[in-house]
Structures are given as structure tokens and as C-alpha cells.
């Protein structure tokens, strides 16, 4: 344990003294700034960046408890050779530590890119947003049935106003947010498409689909915490035996009008057994958010996904936001119930680097198993550093 802590606490002093740093210095091509410690010589450059996520929580269901721990403790290593070519590796410390980004990239044309490695999967409008410029603490329950990482290859074909994705891929290198990694092995895709994008706002649509296939001995399961990992599950299905086919489909739309900006998802799973009946799960949310200090909202073309706000106020900037989620894992034949969440939010970005969050999070489960319903009452604060 103290091993562990004394890894965090490297990893947090490092964090903190780069971004600390700023004022940008630099001296025989290396700088110092708000993009973290970088060596730049000819066409290449060496870049190390971080995160620093430091989460408190407390929380109120069948008895009540408090917590406090490092939610993220990453450190980030990216290299660019010239315009073609990139490769990146993170790896994380707190929480289910492991690798997470490690892969190398080719754009062989304008607009045109192909990854492999450790990568995550074309499918979420959530998974695609960094958890560095995510609205609320955690993603939304719908994130349980999403794929998040996974080894192998992706290629993307991106224009000002669409992105089209897809690739085949295995488990990741490592659990996630507190999920398994296990999830068969098969292809990926995702399309987006922005009809309005610009100063004043943008307009998002995208579409997904995913196949995964499972050799006889693998299993899989899907669970999602009530609004922070330092509180227990809200809900799981515990361990699925038998899986052979897997099949999801996602939807999503994003709308922002200055410093106004609504989302939202839909995500349905199905998964087929060598020798039991097939399962129906699906989830959904809608969030809205609004930048109180007048901020707008961005988007990025590449990635077809908003990608936070614009912070330039020398004060920062303070936004309030209010999401509600469900996630059904109902099905007759292996009922795990149905779970809801409202997340009211609200955060302070100090600078581009520093911000602090707030969240309040009402949760209720409802499961043929207990009795009575369950229900969750869950604070939770972050302090986070990201460069």
C-alpha cells in the first residue's frame, strides 16, 4: 500500500509542478507551458503531459459512508516524427491502474489516419470525450454497455463536417473504470456528421455499430457505480456464461447555441448464448449545460465530438449542468433490474489546466431481487490538474 501511494504521490508532484511551471519557459528546445514539458528538434517532438484527478466522496443508501482517493493518476508520453507520423502511451496509476493509450498512428493523407494498439473503440460520443473536459465526475450508466479501450486497428476519414470510423478489435491491455475488459473480439464503427459548426455553436449526429464474437470459455458482464467509483455498484449483472454474439448500436446528437449546449445517447445491446436465452439490455441519457461566465462551447471536426469550453478569463470560468440516465438491464431471462440517475453539476475551471468539480447525484435502482427498491444519495467533489 505504501508503495502504491508513494507511485500517486510521484506521479501528482510531477503533475503539479509542470502545470505550476507556467509562465511558458523554453531554452535549447525545451518548453515548459499549460501543454506540459516538451523537446522539440527538427520534425521531432517529445511531449510529456498528465492527469491528475483527486476525488472526494460521500454517500447515503442503506447506510451511509464517506471516502476520499486518487480517481485518475496518469501520466502521458507522445512523440511526433514530422506531419505522418505519432505514437502515444499513458499509463495510469490510481484506480484500476494499467495502460491505458498505446499506439502508434499514420496520416498518410490530409484527413486520413490509421491507428493501432491500444485504443479506444469508435463508438461513444462519451468514450471519445476526455475524461479531462467530461461535464460531470463520472460517464453516464449508459457507459456500461459501451466499449471504451480495445487492441487493435482503427482507420479514420475525417472533412470539416464528418468523421467515418472503424476498425477491428480484442480486449483491452487493461480493466477500466471498473469494468472488465473481456469483451470478445470483433469490429467497430462510427459516423458522425455536423451540419452546423462554428463560432456560435454546432449541431452533431452520429451513428454506431459493434460486433463482437466470444470463444466458448469467455464470459462477460456489465455494471455501473451511482455517480462515483468510490461508491459500490448501483447495478451489475454480475458474470454472463455462455456468450457467443454480441451486438450494439448506438445513437447521438449534440446541439450548442454559445454558451448553451444539450447531449445525448442511446445505446441498445444484444447478446446471444451457446446455452441459454439471449439477453436485451439498453441505456440512455440527456444532459444539458450551461457556461454562467459566457464561455462557448467547441467542437472538434477530427474526433466528431464536442470537446469542452473555451476557457480564456483570467478569473475562469464557472458552468452548471444537470444530466438524467437509465440503464435496463431488465430482461425475463436474466433480470438484473432497472437503474436511474439525476446529476446535478457544477464546475469551476480555474484555468485551462486547473478545474474543480461538484456533483450531486440521486440514484434508484428497482430489482425483482430486492426489496425494497434501492436508493442512493451520493456528493462528490474532484480536484483536477490536466496538462
Not at 128 to 139: A, G, K, P
Request: aromatic share 10%; hydrophobic share 35%; net charge negative.
Amino acid at each position: 500500500m505504501k508503495r502504491r501511494q508513494s507511485k500517486l504521490l510521484a506521479v501528482g508532484a510531477a503533475t503539479a509542478c509542470l502545470v505550476l511551471a507556467a509562465p511558458a519557459t523554453a531554452k535549447d528546445g525545451i518548453a515548459v507551458d499549460a501543454d506540459g514539458l516538451s523537446f522539440e528538434e527538427g520534425d521531432v517532438e517529445l511531449t510529456l503531459g498528465g492527469r491528475l484527478h483527486l476525488d472526494a466522496v460521500t454517500y447515503d443508501a442503506q447506510t451511509s459512508d464517506s471516502d476520499a482517493d486518487w480517481r485518475r493518476a496518469r501520466l502521458e508520453f507522445s512523440a511526433k516524427f514530422g506531419d505522418v507520423f505519432d505514437v502515444r502511451v499513458d499509463r495510469e496509476f490510481a484506480g484500476t491502474d494499467g495502460w491505458r493509450n498505446v499506439w502508434a498512428r499514420i496520416r498518410p493523407a490530409d484527413g486520413v489516419e490509421i491507428k493501432g494498439g491500444n485504443v479506444i473503440v469508435p463508438f461513444s460520443l462519451e468514450d471519445m470525450q476526455s475524461s479531462n473536459d467530461m461535464t460531470f465526475v463520472e460517464r453516464s450508466l449508459t457507459s456500461a454497455l459501451t466499449p471504451k479501450f480495445g487492441l487493435g486497428a482503427v482507420a479514420k476519414v475525417s472533412d470539416d463536417h464528418w468523421t467515418i470510423s472503424g476498425g477491428y478489435f480484442g480486449d483491452a491491455l487493461d480493466d477500466e473504470d471498473g469494468q472488465a475488459k473481456e469483451r470478445g473480439r470483433g469490429f467497430a464503427g462510427r459516423a458522425s456528421f455536423a451540419p452546423i459548426e462554428g463560432r456560435r455553436g454546432f449541431l452533431h449526429f452520429a451513428l454506431a455499430y459493434e460486433h463482437r464474437s466470444f470463444h466458448s470459455d469467455e464470459t462477460v458482464s456489465f455494471s455501473s457505480s451511482p455517480g462515483s467509483l468510490l461508491a459500490p455498484n448501483l447495478i451489475s449483472t454480475g458474470t454472463i456464461g455462455s456468450p457467443s454474439k454480441m451486438d450494439n448500436f448506438g445513437g447521438e446528437f449534440a446541439y450548442a447555441r454559445k454558451s448553451f449546449q444539450v447531449q445525448g445517447q442511446y445505446v441498445k445491446s444484444k447478446l446471444k448464448r451457446d446455452f441459454d436465452p439471449d439477453l436485451d439490455y439498453d441505456g440512455w441519457y440527456l444532459q444539458g449545460s450551461w457556461m454562467v461566465t459566457g464561455e462557448r462551447y467547441r467542437y472538434s471536426s477530427s474526433m466528431g465530438s464536442p470537446s469542452g469550453p473555451r476557457i480564456r478569463k483570467k478569473g475562469g470560468a464557472i458552468e452548471l449542468a444537470a444530466r438524467y440516465s437509465e440503464l435496463n438491464l431488465d430482461d425475463a431471462t436474466l433480470d438484473r433490474g432497472k437503474a436511474k440517475t439525476i446529476t446535478l453539476g457544477a464546475n469551476w475551471y480555474i484555468n485551462r489546466n486547473v478545474r474543480l468539480m461538484a456533483n450531486y447525484v440521486r440514484s434508484e435502482h428497482t430489482d425483482v431481487l430486492l426489496s425494497p427498491d434501492s436508493a442512493v444519495d451520493l456528493g462528490v467533489a474532484r480536484f483536477q490538474i490536466a496538462f
